[in-house]
């Protein structure tokens, strides 16, 4: 596979964009045409752009703002060499002509630009640079390889097969780069810094940690391009579909007896005097209850008749002459 000088000339190009920011004409709101978009004469289209972007805020995947080398023809803007291009919301659909297509993620700015050093009759090489977010590359490689150059890392993307490549930039220089399909190109990752090199193998995800490709998360579960469109409507749909949302409030219930008032529940109040008096009640009947009954008076004494030796004695007084 050859490697174009699109590699070695990496952060070149990376400055050459990045100082001519400050130079190029700036296309938003006024760029976007008032009407929608009318069909244009083919002689008024530029010839051989390196990319071409919609600008009307009306169509799904228009951008924000492009900017840098670029003619404004029928509500599309057509990048001749170089650009950038800025989403707002919504994802931004770059097309590539002849080759396929580049999705610029919500609150994501690409900058463009093409190897001029490719021979006439070539495709050259296209360079994509971002410092945050992501983007999505579906296109047909070729002979010069492409590249996507981040604070980080060099990203080239060579034949043979059909990329449809995936970045995303994360906090502390996270990057994830997804290289699905059975026909994934040749990924190739350098670090900027150390020169080491870390290759994606088709329908391999990788996160590489902290900006370092000593730091590798090699089967990364979260997907490295646009975040999923937002559902509007259900603020809430997993808490509905658990029975979690709020219940409808409950009808009155009507008096147990029509026509009668119903009873007013008694506030509840606390007072300690109230609580002390109540206790002090409380326990002199306890203590009345727990002293001992007075014991019940004897029953009166009845005098028993004599028994078997009170008739012996007095037998023998009648006898003697007692009695």
């Known amino acids: 596979m050859k490697q174009p000088l699109i590699w070695a000339n990496a952060h070149l190009f990376l400055s050459l964009l990045l100082g001519a920011s400050s130079l190029e004409p700036h296309l938003g709101a006024q760029s976007a045409p008032s009407a929608p978009a009318v069909s244009v004469p083919a002689a008024s289209i530029p010839a051989n752009p390196i990319a071409i972007v919609p600008l009307d805020s009306r169509v799904p995947g228009s951008a924000a703002m492009v900017t840098g080398a670029l003619q404004v023809v029928g509500g599309r803007a057509f990048i001749s060499a170089n650009g950038t291009v800025t989403s707002g919301a919504s994802s931004t659909e770059v097309s590539l002509p002849q080759r396929g297509m580049l999705r610029v993620c919500a609150s994501t700015a690409v900058k463009l630009a093409v190897d001029s050093s490719v021979p006439a009759g070539e495709t050259p090489g296209l360079l994509m640079a971002i410092d945050h977010g992501a983007v999505e590359a579906s296109f047909a490689t070729g002979r010069n390889a492409d590249m996507i150059l981040t604070p980080d890392f060099r990203i080239l993307i060579g034949e043979p097969g059909t990329a449809n490549v995936k970045v995303r930039l994360g906090q502390g220089g996270d990057t994830c780069v997804d290289n699905p399909g059975t026909n994934a190109p040749y990924v190739l990752v350098t670090s900027v810094f150390d020169g080491s090199v870390y290759r994606v193998q088709p329908g391999q995800r990788v996160m590489f940690q902290h900006g370092s490709l000593h730091e590798v998360v090699d089967q990364e579960k979260e997907p490295c391009g646009c975040p999923p469109a937002e559902v509007k409507g259900n603020d809430f749909p997993l808490a509905q579909s658990e029975g979690l949302t709020p219940l409808p409030p409950a009808a009155a219930t ?70």
């Open 254 to 323: 009507p008096p147990a007896h029509p026509g009668k008032g119903t009873a007013t529940a008694q506030p509840l109040v606390y007072n300690a005097g109230d609580q002390a008096a109540s206790a002090a009640s409380q326990s002199a009947t306890e203590s009345a209850a727990a002293s001992p009954a007075p014991a019940p008076p004897p029953a009166p004494h009845h005098k028993k008749s004599g028994g078997l030796f009170t008739r012996i004695g007095h037998f023998f007084r009648r006898l003697f002459g007692a009695e």
